[in-house]
């Protein structure tokens, strides 16, 4: 029997006595029963309650429109709701920064005892990062004989055969092994063989008659098991199934045959100790199931995106996660760089590949939905900044946008799975999720009904203070980093409120439509739908904007609240462009004249 987190679940199984961890993942059939305790059922009922009540306070906050602060002439003001958000911005960045105190100022340990099985997604990937990847893989400071690496290929075809040869030539001087699969773990039905509809029969001649026999396995199965425990590196080409069909062949391959499990793509360049740094967390509190490494980005010099997406992922790492980090619930562990308990992993594997949402199953969200299964069995996710690499990110707008919607489906998503498990972790987590859960409607009704109900000066405050709020975090972060490159921070809000915000509620009209989400480097994007709420949005704002003017047309600016409001117009405008043109020259000085001159890619000695 095996409890798990203390008070969390019970595993029955009804074949064999299960004594430990291994018992329980080896031992089938397996029965999970949940038998809560009443501390259990009592932190559930605090859990809601606590989840309403925040939710209900900035409903409430909201609503009243209660201000705090105004000037004489009203037109500036300070509400109840906005001071919430600075609140919960302002207690987020204080825990981000006792999180990365505490991660510099631990001297962790490694025993080098674990064995750890490094495994890398690949589907269409550019040569050229293929093989940064591999390369840096290989520079990898930690014991070979303690690591094995699995690189599992998303298609079998002579088109993606460049990518298993890439690897054998990065590892040739090791024990490699290479299989081309024909099939994947879940295609394989003797009975449905393509394009005849008929069993597939093998033929016998036994005492004068005809027996029939249906295979039922695919042998390639066991040849992949066992290919995965001869060697130290394997490659693996399959059937095409999507990233989570290739995780799955990585992790059922490896069975129980090593302590933990990493995750990269095919796309990221490690840091030499990357692999290092994330083993001294597991092993540091077995309380911890799960932790994820800080995701840089390689082409952040690509374009405006590209340049944009490297600002807020340090945000997202260093910031965001690294508070949920202080409270030992990280919500999503990158897929470019995590490490996970493989005894804990295989217990919800299955559950995890069958995961379906409103009949669907889902192909998307793999890296969030197996952070949230460890999340569910009650263990703590972590985060450290000391474990770092380097990830490709989409430079052109559209292929960006895909991604973002693929992300905002499973954000959105996980979302509901998660709220199941609130009670069983810190209740930041639930604060957390009810917050940001929220969040994109507010910004929506706020955006909307300034632009429909207000005048032109309602327009330009919340424009103003958008800029205002992104330039103080902006202005934190070049604090917390030490680097004054993320003052351009602040120009990520165009993103958000022109292109974020509406594709999500693109995502949430599309949930169940199920993809690979960004595509394979060497496709040009073809989906062109994204651009559907994106014009929309424009059209909705276009229309409040012309509707405020056409009621200011008519309104007797002669009156003295309409003198009063002039200078207000004048000036707000004023700081508004200037601080644009400000910061568009120093990114162009920056980004086109300096970064340009550099590598177009970090150097990490690989």
């Not at 997406?309 to 897929?335: H, K, P, T």
Request: proline content about 3%; charged content about 20%.
């Amino acid at each position: 029997m095996y409890t798990g987190a203390p008070g969390v679940a019970i595993i029955d199984t009804s074949s064999s006595t299960v004594t430990d961890k291994k018992d329980a993942v080896c031992a089938a059939p397996v029965k999970v029963q949940w038998k809560e305790s009443p501390v259990t059922v009592l932190r559930r009922i605090v859990t809601v309650l606590f989840a309403l009540a925040v939710a209900g306070a900035v409903l409430a906050a909201y609503i009243a429109g209660y201000q705090i602060v105004w000037d004489s002439s009203k037109l500036f003001s300070f509400g109840l709701y906005g001071a919430f958000l600075v609140f919960h911005l302002v207690v987020q960045s204080f825990f981000a920064y006792l999180e990365q105190r505490k991660m510099r100022s631990r001297n962790l340990e490694c025993s080098y005892t674990k064995t750890v099985a490094l495994t890398i997604s690949a589907y269409q990937e550019d040569a050229d990062y293929l093989r940064q990847c591999l390369l840096s893989v290989k520079n990898t400071k930690y014991p070979s004989d303690k690591l094995r690496i699995v690189m599992v290929i998303d298609g079998n075809s002579a088109d993606d055969r460049y990518m298993l040869e890439l690897f054998r030539e990065v590892f040739s001087d090791d024990d490699v092994g290479c299989l081309v699969w024909q099939e994947n773990y879940h295609t394989w039905k003797p009975w449905e063989p393509p394009g005849s509809g008929e069993l597939q029969l093998s033929t016998v001649e036994a005492l004068g008659e005809m027996y029939h026999e249906v295979a039922l396995d695919d042998p390639g199965k066991s040849e992949v098991e066992e290919l995965i425990r001869r060697h130290r590196c394997v490659c693996i080409m399959q059937k095409w199934g999507g990233k989570r069909e290739v995780m799955y062949t990585a992790f059922k391959g490896l069975g129980d045959s090593v302590d933990y499990v990493q995750v990269c793509d095919s796309d990221t360049k490690l840091d030499p100790l990357a692999t290092l740094e994330l083993v001294k967390v597991l092993e540091s509190d077995e309380r911890y199931g799960a932790v994820g490494g800080d995701v840089r980005i390689l082409n952040l010099s690509e374009s405006y995106i590209s340049f944009m997406s490297s600002l807020r992922y340090w945000m997202a790492f260093n910031v965001e996660r690294a508070c949920q980090s202080f409270f030992d619930c990280v919500s999503c562990i990158s897929g470019p760089l995590g490490l996970y308990r493989n005894d804990l992993l295989q217990l919800f594997l299955e559950s995890w590949y069958n995961q379906k949402f409103l009949g669907t199953h889902c192909t998307f969200g793999d890296d969030r939905h197996l952070t949230n299964r460890m999340l569910s069995i009650g263990y703590a996710t972590k985060y450290t900044s000391l474990s770092r690499c380097y990830s490709e990110t989409p430079g052109q707008f559209l292929r960006w946008l895909n991604q973002q919607i693929r992300w905002t489906k499973s954000y959105f998503r996980e979302w509901l799975y998660n709220a199941l498990w609130w009670h069983k972790h810190h209740l930041w987590m639930t604060y957390e999720c009810v917050v940001a859960g929220v969040f994109p409607f507010f910004v929506t009704a706020t955006v909307l009904e300034l632009f429909y109900k207000g005048g032109l000066w309602d327009i330009l405050w919340i424009l103003l203070v958008i800029q205002i709020i992104g330039l103080g975090k902006a202005l934190y972060a070049c604090w917390l980093r030490g680097n004054p490159v993320m003052v351009f921070m602040s120009l990520y809000s165009v993103l958000y409120m022109t292109s974020l915000l509406p594709t999500k509620y693109f995502a949430m009209l599309t949930m169940t439509k199920s993809s690979w989400g960004t595509s394979g480097r060497k496709k040009i994007v073809g989906n062109y739908m994204p651009l559907l709420p994106l014009s929309i949005w424009a059209s909705i704002l276009l229309g409040g904007f012309s509707y405020a003017c056409y009621k200011e047309s008519r309104e007797d600016w002669t009156s003295p609240p309409k003198k009063a409001e002039i200078p207000y117009l004048i000036y707000g405008t004023v700081a508004y462009v200037c601080f644009w043109i400000v910061m568009i020259g120093m990114y162009w000085v920056f980004f086109r004249r300096c970064c340009r001159k550099r590598a177009d890619y970090y150097d990490i000695n690989v």
